[in-house]
């Protein structure tokens, strides 16, 4: 009988094919890490347009319920501030909760015409549609956590007079942008003009 012995040759990576091997996960990785802000602002402006859209069907349905847009009362404040205010409006108008409870007001008949706004499902969400103003209130926010604004006028108001730029009202989201900087505007996602 004979035995035969075979010399079995340890296979495996050398410590330079390793090196090699993870180096391009890191250049990949850091890739992929410098990338995600930029992709992430996409998906965020995107939620914003779809969000736009949804105020913008309910207050068309709201205007055909009652003839007229919800109005901004007179302010004489600074556009900005007046626009926030308007998210308040906006909250009350198309969620039906008017006494800002958190629950629409059925038993006052109030019709919602943006189911999303309701502020209890909102309350517990990762992704809010409706958060609580400094001063209490009710307002939009918009996928970066800041409010809607929105202004609206009464329609016969003089041209001369008129604050917003459509003529039947005005919706826009600062996004990640300083209000205040005339820079920063051209990066707010509106509608009346396209972006």
């Avoid at 035969?4 to 996960?25: D, H, N, P, Q, W």
């Avoid at 992929?32 to 207050?59: C, F, H, T, W, Y």
């Avoid at 992704?127 to 202004?151: H, M, Q, T």
């Avoid at 604050?163 to 509106?190: G, Y």
């Amino acid at each position: 009988m004979k035995f035969s012995v075979s010399k079995r040759v340890a296979s495996g990576f050398s410590l330079i094919e390793l090196m090699t091997v993870i180096s391009i996960m890191v250049i990949l990785a850091g890739l992929l890490i410098s990338a995600l802000p930029g992709i992430q602002s996409k998906i965020n402006r995107g939620k914003v347009e779809r969000m736009m859209a949804e105020l913008a069907d309910g207050l068309s349905k709201y205007q055909l319920d009652h003839g007229i847009y919800p109005q901004n009362p007179p302010n004489g404040g600074e556009r900005d501030i007046i626009g926030i205010d308007g998210s308040s409006i906006l909250y009350k108008h198309l969620s039906g909760d008017w006494n800002e409870d958190g629950e629409v007001d059925f038993e006052t008949d109030e019709k919602v015409y943006v189911p999303r706004l309701s502020f209890k499902e909102n309350e517990e969400s990762k992704d809010p549609r409706v958060g609580v103003s400094g001063d209490g209130k009710f307002v939009i926010l918009d996928a970066y956590g800041n409010e809607f604004r929105y202004l609206a006028q009464p329609p016969n108001i003089d041209p001369n007079e008129r604050e917003t730029f459509n003529p039947t009202f005005d919706l826009w989201s600062i996004v990640d942008a300083d209000p205040t900087s005339e820079d920063d505007q051209a990066r707010h996602i509106t509608n009346w003009q396209s972006n």
